[in-house]
């Protein structure tokens, strides 16, 4: 009976031993588990974070700089535009240079088309109009002798007007007449090298400006080329302190090139080719 009673007494001792250890599993396996889940949602989190600043540092990178758009080196150069003659011409006389005791018209009345009845100082000022918004866009500063056909202003009053203005450059608009119905095409007037009332070197600058819109009108036009014409007779060349030109669009005495002129097409050719001849100037001096 002693024997059978130890017997039951380690037995039972074993028991409690094998409970103990389990639940000591149990409890160092929860342990774990719980470590586990709180190293997990650290990885997690920290995965996240680094998730978020990597997508912030992407956005930073992506973000595009702006760009400042570079002034138009033209915003440099003002420019007069003179579309000459008006409304009513002015027949009273004025020196044709400083100091000249040789006078002519303060400014005549111009041609008119034979087709189209339009005045030269209407097509001259719808040519300048459009030039004026040219040059505009394209950056150059402009000063316009008119806007209107009603104004009374002599051809020194303008040359003096874009001389006080202290402008880099004169565009005279001008259109031609001849008896000479088939005469067409177009002209570029400049001064001579002998001329007495007007600055060495202006002259100089005011020939590559009329080479420069010489060769660009016909380029965008076209139209036949009359090459450039020596004038020291005229009074808005003798007065002017600046470079300067004159351009001659075309004949209104030709019906065809008449009715040419005035449309808007060949109106938009025209002034690319004086706005182009200008920028091309501009780049040599």
Same mark, same amino acid.
């Given at each position: 009976?002693?024997?059978?009673?130890?017997?039951?007494?380690?037995?039972?001792?074993?028991?409690?031993?094998?409970?103990?250890?389990?639940?000591?599993?149990? /409890?160092?396996?929860?342990?774990?588990?719980?470590?586990?889940?709180?190293?997990?949602?650290?990885?997690?989190?920290?995965?996240?974070?680094?998730?978020?600043?990597?997508?912030? !540092?992407?956005?930073?990178?992506?973000?595009?700089?702006?760009?400042?758009?570079?002034? !138009?080196? +033209?915003?440099?150069?003002?420019?007069?535009?003179?579309?000459?003659?008006?409304?009513?011409?002015?027949?009273?006389?004025?020196?044709?240079?400083?100091? !000249?005791?040789?006078?002519?018209?303060?400014?005549?009345?111009?041609?008119?088309?034979?087709?189209?009845?339009? /005045?030269?100082?209407?097509?001259?000022?719808?040519?300048?109009?459009?030039?004026?918004?040219?040059?505009?866009?394209?950056?150059?500063?402009?000063?316009?002798?008119?806007?209107?056909?009603?104004?009374?202003?002599? +051809?020194?009053?303008?040359?003096?007007?874009?001389?006080?203005?202290?402008?880099?450059?004169?565009?005279?608009?001008?259109?031609?007449?001849?008896?000479?119905?088939?005469?067409?095409?177009?002209?570029?007037?400049?001064?001579?090298?002998?001329?007495?009332?007007? $600055?060495?070197?202006?002259?100089?600058?005011?020939?590559?400006?009329?080479?420069?819109? %010489?060769?660009?009108?016909?380029?965008?036009?076209?139209?036949? %080329?009359?090459?450039?014409?020596?004038? $020291?007779?005229?009074?808005?060349?003798?007065? /002017?302190?600046?470079?300067?030109?004159?351009?001659?669009?075309?004949?209104?005495?030709?019906? /065809?090139?008449?009715?040419?002129?005035?449309?808007?097409?060949?109106? +938009?050719?025209?002034?690319?080719?004086?706005? +182009?001849?200008?920028?091309?100037?501009?780049?040599?001096?």
């Amino acid at each position: 009976m002693k024997k059978l009673f130890a017997l039951c007494l380690v037995f039972s001792l074993l028991l409690v031993g094998c409970r103990r250890t389990n639940d000591t599993h149990a /409890s160092i396996n929860k342990t774990t588990v719980k470590k586990a889940k709180r190293k997990t949602a650290t990885k997690k989190k920290t995965n996240t974070k680094k998730s978020t600043s990597t997508k912030k !540092s992407t956005k930073k990178k992506t973000v595009k700089k702006k760009t400042v758009a570079k002034k !138009s080196t +033209n915003a440099n150069y003002y420019i007069c535009i003179d579309a000459g003659h008006q409304a009513k011409g002015n027949n009273s006389l004025e020196p044709v240079g400083p100091g !000249s005791s040789t006078k002519k018209p303060k400014v005549s009345s111009g041609t008119s088309g034979v087709a189209t009845k339009k /005045s030269e100082a209407q097509l001259n000022l719808e040519v300048a109009l459009k030039l004026q918004k040219e040059l505009v866009k394209r950056g150059y500063k402009v000063m316009m002798i008119r806007t209107t056909q009603n104004v009374d202003i002599s +051809n020194a009053q303008r040359a003096i007007k874009a001389n006080n203005a202290k402008v880099d450059a004169t565009i005279r608009l001008h259109a031609d007449g001849s008896t000479n119905r088939n005469m067409h095409g177009f002209s570029i007037l400049q001064p001579g090298y002998n001329n007495r009332y007007m $600055n060495k070197q202006i002259i100089t600058k005011s020939r590559q400006l009329s080479a420069c819109v %010489n060769k660009a009108f016909a380029s965008a036009t076209n139209a036949k %080329n009359n090459g450039l014409s020596t004038r $020291n007779d005229m009074t808005g060349f003798n007065w /002017s302190k600046v470079p300067v030109t004159l351009v001659e669009m075309g004949f209104m005495s030709n019906p /065809s090139e008449d009715r040419l002129l005035s449309t808007k097409s060949y109106q +938009n050719k025209m002034v690319q080719g004086i706005a +182009n001849g200008l920028d091309n100037y501009f780049k040599k001096v």
